[in-house]
């Protein structure tokens, strides 16, 4: 049976600090840069994520096996990011790799990367259902080439084939051939890749990664300015509600630390200290908001959330990458927004608003009786928390989820109710 945390009615004023996971995007691609390089190096502040934590063991794994005729049995589970990774990284590791995953896993796309890797030399054979999970793939050397790839679906098909770009005999020239999403972490996989001392070019919509050898150095793991999300919208939300968020800095590496920005028409001052980013509410709020979000998809749920609560019509685009992420994140915003009497709906091709949201002084929320599901999605849990804060508390279903991410959430959460 499903668990069910049911959320008190927290406290609309604050002022409290919390602590946040560092950034799993970042680790996992130092992970797999680490299983590249010729020599071991340390990784400090290593994201505690369940997804790090299963690259992490999976990458042991798989340095850890021979190349007999044993087929190596390689289960991603939920992970998009280790899938994508690792169907790049088995395809140059010697033997024969089975790599699966679950059933939401199984549903998600993976045959842009394939097709990219096949040009490669890779051999990788789908055993199910064409160019979809699972694969099985038989590691070889691979050659450089000239791809032309499909850029508006996934980023990490591009992060993955950037990373193992460098052990290619003369390189690797990418062409992107579409609007790219998610640029961000494309650049913070070059970015990662430069510091340890790949030499790689890059100009709107060409790669060129010349052929390398990752240098060994140590390095820290910033915090996760994705997982500050939720902290924001639980200032939007308060009365009067200040966070230290400890630890968080400006990045030049983390797409998502436009944050500031974004939350700045919703209510939220954002200031810069030694010991982390401040943040607290502030009087100005906009009654409108559109926003893009074919850059910065991990921020959509929690944003238009927010817009949803503080009954800001919203606008918004660029949320196709969604429907593929651990759930389909539009469907369930539409259904569970509606659970709470907020209108979100598709208006035009990929065009989404928010309308008829209730503002604060015309109606007194109260979603104490109402669940949430969480469909399995970590983001989906963490993006209807603090909705506890107006109406009187909330339920989540299979509270567990957020272990994907961020596994202390719900102790940090707890802080809002016992400080003020």
Known sequence: MMNTLKLPSKKRNFDTEVDLPTSKSISNRLLIIRALSAEYFGINELSQSNDTKLMTRLLDQILSIDSSNTINKVDAQDAGTVYRFLTSLLSSVPGKHLLSGNSRMLNRPI????????????????????????ILIEGQELHSAELEIQSNISSQFISALLLIAPRLPQGLLLKLNQQTASQPYIEMTIELMRNFGIDVFYDKDTINVSHGYYRSHNIVVECDWSSAAFWYEAVAFSKNGKLLLK?????????????????????VETIESENGIIIQKKDSLETSFNWDFSQHPDLALPVICTCAGLGIIGKFTGLESLKIKESNRVK???????????DFRETASNEWVLINSCKLDEAEYNFSTIKVQTYNDHRI???????????????IENPEVVSKSYPSFWFEFEKISSHS
Not at 111 to 134: H, M, Q
Not at 381 to 395: E, T
């Open 247 to 267: 630890g968080l800095h400006k990045s030049k590496l983390q797409g998502d630390a436009i944050l500031p920005q974004i939350f700045h028409h919703l209510g």
């Open 332 to 342: 369930a915003l539409e259904s569970e927004l509606s659970k709470l009497g907020f």
């Open 111 to 134: 045959g842009v990367l394939v097709d990219a890797l096949r040009s490669l030399g890779a051999s990788i054979i789908y055993t199910n259902k064409e160019g979809f999970p699972p």
């Open 381 to 395: 849990a963490m993006s209807f928390a603090p909705f506890a804060i107006l109406g009187k508390g909330i339920q």
